[in-house]
């Protein structure tokens, strides 16, 4: 039973997010589609994902392109 039927975001978390958009783009890609240093210079999961956590507006800007890449 999904609680928040209209919600794409529901039950995802950032790191899967993350995941979808590394595997869609590629890091070079998703560095040019949102350049932030920590998809630019030496990129990680795990480096990106702490920056992604303490920067509202970065990961709001994360979650609106994996938003538009599933629709």
Not at 36 to 44: G, H
Request: aromatic share 12%.
């Amino acid at each position: 039973m999904n609680i928040h039927p209209n919600n794409p975001m529901h039950g995802k978390t950032l790191q899967a997010v993350l995941e979808y958009l590394v595997d869609q783009y590629g890091w070079a890609d998703l560095g040019v589609r949102i350049p932030i240093k920590c998809f630019l210079k030496d990129p990680s999961m795990k480096s990106s994902l702490v920056f992604l956590r303490k920067t509202p507006w970065a990961r709001a800007k994360v979650e609106e392109l994996y938003l538009r890449s599933i629709f």
